[in-house]
């Protein structure tokens, strides 16, 4: 079982920028894939950007490529999204997720855990 807690959340203006974390409970968080996914009002869930068990290899949608930044430090078992030029499409409720095996890294029935989510609110 992993409990992850996202933090790091609030509102911004456009252009400005967020750091979220996600803190994760597992004695072996080294061996999850870890990704971020975000929500929009009467919007589906949608992938943000994943990152590998080693932390070697990242993969961003296309909305966020060249502004966001995931990362990872297995020794603090924590997930980071560094999100700069924010805009206000990107205002969304943010969730950290946790996989095991993890086949389409874009596909949210791939994760097996999920923080409680995070707002993130860009003001034009």
């Known amino acids: 079982q992993v409990q992850l807690v996202e933090s790091g959340g609030g509102l911004v203006q456009a252009g400005g920028s967020l750091r979220l974390s996600c803190a994760a409970s597992?004695?072996?968080?080294?061996?999850?894939?870890m990704a971020w996914f975000r929500q929009a009002p009467g919007k589906e869930r949608e992938f943000v950007a994943t990152?590998?068990?080693?932390?070697?290899?990242?993969v961003y949608a296309e909305s966020v490529k060249g502004r966001f930044t995931i990362s990872r430090d297995n020794a603090k078992n924590t997930v980071n999204l560094q999100m700069d030029t924010l805009k206000p499409e990107d205002t969304a409720v943010y969730y950290c997720?946790?996989?095991?095996?993890?086949?389409?890294?874009?596909?949210?029935?791939?994760?097996?855990?999920w923080g409680q989510g995070t707002q993130v609110t860009v003001s034009s």
């Open positions: 990152i590998a068990r080693s932390g070697s290899s990242t």
């Open positions: 997720a946790a996989g095991t095996f993890v086949r389409d890294y874009s596909s949210s029935s791939d994760y097996t855990y």
């Open positions: 597992a004695r072996t968080y080294g061996t999850y894939f």
